[in-house]
């Protein structure tokens, strides 16, 4: 694509990037259930004065957090939105909706969204009915045997 | 009543499953028929294989010639000639130098050598279909794309024989290919736990090639190494893709471990990558649901 293109679609896509962290911040300083944020005061002249009374934990409430950013595209105005799961203080989910009106942006919103998930985890095989499975193609024998010497000669070198 | 037929070829496990029910099918599910598919992969393994000393791939690799390359070449490596383009290089047939010093020979030697990134396209290879010139000796592998192609040549043959629905598995890349609309569930396997599956997906006339460095591994690699970096891949743990056809599946997901799926947008896929730190990331429209 010309140059003009690459520019724009970068500028796009940085942006398309930038709202939803910017929202994440937001969300997660907007929707506090404070925990044990603590303040003391010292005085030596009289005027209260904030002290360092070290770490602190904060904690967010369990739950779902749904939210619209806005942002000006190089061709207007443009909103998404950011829909994030909490559980035990950690982002467990979240997704993105595109909600773009000009094509570009939508565009742009779209590679962005696509889905993103933060952690997977594994189910057993046999508790589910499966006739397939995909994965790396299993190794002949050679290989596992060649494997396996390599491992022996290891051990005795 | 299905047809199920297994055996090794192509340097893993195939499993042809076959579930039409009618008689008309059953008369051509047979010894005759399990001959063909075998004698048309080693057919296949004869062309393309690095690992047969005796292979057109070997000649072609150790002496510098024009080549005129059989029927199945040309898409396979017209795909090959266009990655390379798109990847800037990262996909490589000429990839095989540098898996032969790491130690993946055809002996499975295992050791690693000192490696050097593999010459250009353009130093050692001129292709215009049929004709294939080699300018200078060099390692030729096709595996990143050939066992795909393999797999749709086999599922043409059971079209052929007027089969209705069926699954063509060489490793865990596979076709499925039904006439009634009915999805085939595939579940998408853990890279370090084969008892478990991280989700489902589900294909219907679609392909579905799985890639991931836990099997093939020894030293400080695996079967996919960069060959500008000259390392195996080791943030992404395992991609999968689903696509129209088994060759391209294959393909792209070596692909997906150099480049970013914008830089692959002409073709039609779906992805999913699976990161190391166990996030994932997959297109819009991949069909599966993950736990």
């Known amino acids: ?157 | 009543m299905a047809w199920h037929l297994e055996f090794t070829a192509t340097g893993t496990t195939w499993k042809i499953d076959v579930f039409d029910a009618t008689r008309s099918s059953a008369a051509v599910l047979n010894t005759a028929l399990e001959n063909q598919i075998r004698e048309r992969i080693n057919q296949f393994e004869q062309h393309y294989s690095r690992f047969r000393a005796d292979s057109l791939l070997s000649q072609m690799s150790k002496t510098p010639s024009d080549y005129i390359l059989p029927a199945d070449g040309e898409m396979l490596f017209n795909l090959y000639q266009e990655l390379y383009t798109l990847t800037n290089g990262l996909f490589t047939p000429l990839i095989g130098k540098v898996l032969v010093d790491a130690g993946y020979d055809p002996e499975y030697s295992l050791k690693p050598k000192k490696l050097s990134p593999p010459a250009s396209w353009a130093e050692t290879i001129d292709y215009q279909f049929p004709r294939f010139t080699m300018k200078q000796p060099a390692q030729l592998d096709v595996g990143a794309a050939g066992k795909g192609h393999i797999i749709d040549l086999i599922v043409e043959l059971l079209k052929s024989k007027g089969l209705t629905r069926f699954c063509v598995d060489a490793g865990g890349d596979m076709f499925y290919y039904t006439q009634d609309n009915q999805a085939l569930e595939v579940g998408l396997e853990h890279p370090d736990n084969q008892t478990q599956v991280i989700g489902i997906a589900n294909i219907t006339n679609q392909a579905i090639a799985g890639s991931s460095g836990n099997r093939r591994r020894w030293a400080n690699f695996h079967h996919t190494i960069n060959p500008t970096t000259l390392q195996s891949p080791n943030e992404i743990r395992a991609i999968w893709v689903i696509a129209e056809s088994t060759l391209l599946a294959d393909a792209l997901t070596t692909c997906l471990y150099f480049v970013p799926p914008q830089q692959l947008q002409k073709y039609q896929f779906e992805y999913c990558i699976l990161y190391a730190d166990y996030s994932v990331q997959f297109s819009e429209k991949f069909p599966a649901t993950f736990f």
Request: hydrophobic residues 35%.
């Open chain 1, 1 to 157: 694509m010309n140059e003009t293109n690459k520019n724009l679609k970068t500028a796009g896509l940085i942006i398309a990037l930038a709202v939803p962290v910017i929202l994440v911040v937001y969300l997660l300083t907007s929707h506090k259930n404070n925990g044990s944020v603590t303040t003391a005061t010292s005085t030596t002249d009289g005027i209260p004065r904030p002290v360092d009374v070290g770490p602190t934990m904060t904690f967010y409430k369990d739950g779902t957090y749904s939210v619209t950013g806005n942002y000006r595209s190089p061709g207007g105005a443009e909103t998404l939105a950011v829909t994030l799961t909490i559980k035990n203080n950690v982002v467990t989910d979240a997704t993105v909706t595109p909600q773009a009106e000009r094509p570009v942006s939508v565009n742009f919103q779209n590679m962005f969204a696509a889905g993103y998930k933060t952690e997977v985890i594994g189910k057993n095989i046999a508790d589910l009915k499966l006739g397939k499975v995909s994965g790396s193609s299993l190794t002949p024998k050679g290989f596992n045997d060649a494997v396996e010497q390599i491992k022996i000669e290891a051990k005795q070198s």
